[in-house]
C-alpha cells in the first residue's frame, strides 16, 4: 500500500511542476545564505585565532560552506527539472535521473540537519579551544619584544575592552602570571628583588592587572594595582568594590558572543533543512505522478502520487533483500576470481572427436 497517496489532474500536476520551479529558486538562495553564514562564522573566529588554542573548530564553518555550494548545484537542476516537468514528453529525458536525484538530495538534506545540530555542539569544543588559548596569551602577554608574541599584548588588551572582560575566568587569573616584562622592573628597588626572590621559577607576581581591565562605569579612578590591597587606598573595600574592574571573564564573554551566532546560525539553518524537505516532498510527488501518467499511456489523465509505492516496513524489507542479494553476488564474484581453475572442464573426462584429437606421447631419447 503507498504512503500518502494523493490524486493528481493534470492542471494539479502542471501546477506543482510550476511550484517547484519558483521554490527551487528559492532553495538556490538559501544555499547563497548558508555560504554567507558558514564564511561570516570563518571570519568571525579567525579575528580571534590567536587566543584560541589549535583545535579543530573550523569543521563547522567549512561544512556550512560547503552545503551551501552544494545547495546552489542541486537546486538549480532540480529547477530545471521541475520546468521541463510541465511538458510530460519532456519528462522523458529526466526519467531515469529523477529517482538518483531524489535519493542524493535527500542525502543532501540530511546533512544540512547534521550542520545545524553540529552548530549547537560546538560549544563545549570551543570553550575548551578558549580556555587554553586565553591562558597562553595572557603568559605571552609581557613579551612585546620577541617576534610572533609581540601582537599579543594589543590584542589582550582590545579583547578585554571591546567585550568588557577581564582574564580568562577573572580578574584574579593575571595575579598569577607575570605580565610585567623583566625590563621594565626597576632592579634597584630592593621589593622588586625580594619578590622576585620569593617565588620559586623567579616570577615577578602581584596582585595586579593591566588598564584594560578598568571599568569605565566606576565612579572612583581605576585601582589596579595593589587590588587585594584595603589598606593601600583610601575608603577601599577589594570584595565590594565590583564596578572598579570588569568582572566576568574573557573566556565567558567570548562563549557568549560565539554561542549567540552559532544559535542564530543554527536556527537558520534548521529552518533552511526544513524548506529543503518540503520541496524534495513536492518533488517526489511530481515524479511519482509523472511516472503513472506514463503507464496509463494518456498525457490528460489524471494519476496517483505517492511518498513510497510500499509501506515503510516493506519498503525497509525490498531495500534489505538488495543490499543482500548485493552482497551475495559480490561473495560468488570474489569466491571464481579467487580460483583461477574454477569453471575450468576437467581433462580427465574428456570426449575427443574427429578434431580433437589428444596429443602423442613422446618417448624420451635412450
Known sequence: MAVLRVKFTK???DKLAQVLWILNWISVVTGVILFALGLYLKVEINKRVELMAERDIQYVPNMLIAVGLIACAINFLGGKICYDCVDTTKFLRWKLIML??????????????????????????????????????????????IPGRCF??????MLQIQFQCCGN???KDWFQIQWISNRYLDMSQQHVV????????????????????????SPRPCIQQQVTN?????????????????????????????????????????????????????VR???????????????????????LENSFMETARINLNIIKSL????????????????????????????????????????
Open 100 to 145: 538518483p536525484y531524489i535519493v542524493c538530495t535527500f542525502f543532501f538534506t540530511f546533512c544540512v540537519l547534521v550542520g545545524a545540530l553540529m552548530c549547537y555542539s560546538m560549544r563545549g569544543e570551543l570553550e575548551e579551544s578558549l580556555a587554553l588559548g586565553l591562558t597562553q596569551a595572557m603568559r605571552f602577554y609581557k613579551d612585546t619584544d
Open 285 to 307: 510527488y511530481l515524479q511519482t505522478s509523472l511516472e503513472n501518467v506514463l503507464r496509463q499511456g494518456d498525457p490528460d489523465s489524471e494519476s496517483d502520487g505517492w511518498l
Open 230 to 282: 584595603n589598606s593601600a587606598h583610601y575608603n577601599y573595600e577589594h570584595q565590594t568594590e565590583e564596578l572598579n574592574l570588569w568582572m566576568k571573564g574573557c573566556r565567558q564573554a567570548l562563549l557568549e558572543y560565539y554561542t549567540d551566532i552559532m544559535q542564530s546560525i543554527g536556527l537558520t539553518v534548521l529552518i533552511t533543512w526544513l524548506f529543503e524537505l518540503s520541496v524534495l516532498t513536492g
Open 169 to 171: 575566568s577573572g580578574y
Open 11 to 13: 492542471t494539479k500536476r
Open 194 to 217: 625580594d619578590r622576585l626572590r620569593s617565588n620559586v621559577e623567579g616570577k615577578y607576581l602581584m596582585d595586579g592587572v593591566p588598564f584594560s581591565c578598568c571599568n569605565i562605569n
Open 152 to 157: 599579543l599584548k594589543r590584542t589582550v588588551d
Open 327 to 366: 552482497g551475495k553476488n559480490n561473495h560468488i564474484d570474489t569466491a571464481k576470481n579467487g580460483d583461477p581453475n574454477i569453471d575450468v572442464p576437467s581433462t580427465s573426462k574428456a570426449h575427443y572427436g574427429p578434431d580433437n584429437v589428444p596429443p602423442k606421447t613422446i618417448k624420451e631419447a635412450s
